[in-house]
Structure formats: structure tokens, C-alpha cells
């Protein structure tokens, strides 16, 4: 299929409007890049001036951890029950004194 000059002037004629399609197309790439990094740049910067919503936790290390301490205190608990019981008030509590350091503290230095 040969080209006829008539063709060939439209095509020519065409050029220039054919050049600035691939320029805007060339241009599309960066600009849109950088309006994309533009909002993620206000979104960090809305993050970080705002207050963050707590989430809601899952049962995690700590929370085992409190819950065995609990229970050691219901045992802990139970045992000081049952050894009042069994003693009664016979026994007094012993409290361990040291003879040479006395008995009253000198808080002012």
C-alpha cells in the first residue's frame, strides 16, 4: 500500500498535535507522582498531629500475667485464711529487730 503525497501532508500537518499528546503524556507520570506524595505527605502530617484511636487488645502477654498474679493472691489468700484459723491468736507475729541500728530515723540527713 503506497503512501500518496495528499497522505503524507496530513501526517506532517499532524506532527504537531501528534508531539504535545506524548509531551502531556510524558508529563502525566511526574506530576501525578507528585500529587500522590503531596497527599500522603498531609496524611502523615494529619496522623501525627492527631490523637490516636486505642485498639482494642487481645489477650496478650500481659493480660496472662495479671490474671496469674490474681490467682496466686486468691491461693496466697486462702492460706493466710486457713493458718489463722489453725493457730489462732496463741502465736504472735514475729518481727525481727536489729539492737544496733535503734529505733528512730534521722529523715533530715
Do not use: C
Amino acid at each position: 500500500m503506497p503512501l500518496l503525497p495528499i497522505d503524507l501532508q496530513i501526517m506532517f500537518s499532524q506532527m504537531s498535535h501528534v508531539g504535545k499528546e506524548q509531551a502531556v503524556q510524558r508529563d502525566v507520570t511526574p506530576q501525578y507522582q507528585f500529587v500522590q506524595g503531596s497527599e500522603m505527605a498531609q496524611k502523615a502530617e494529619h496522623d501525627d498531629s492527631a490523637v490516636n484511636q486505642s485498639q482494642q487488645l487481645g489477650e496478650g502477654p500481659e493480660k496472662v500475667k495479671e490474671q496469674e498474679q490474681q490467682e496466686k493472691r486468691k491461693q496466697a489468700g486462702g492460706q493466710m485464711k486457713g493458718e489463722e484459723g489453725k493457730s489462732g491468736k496463741d502465736e504472735e507475729k514475729q518481727v525481727f529487730e536489729d539492737p544496733d541500728l535503734g529505733h528512730h530515723v534521722d529523715l533530715v540527713g
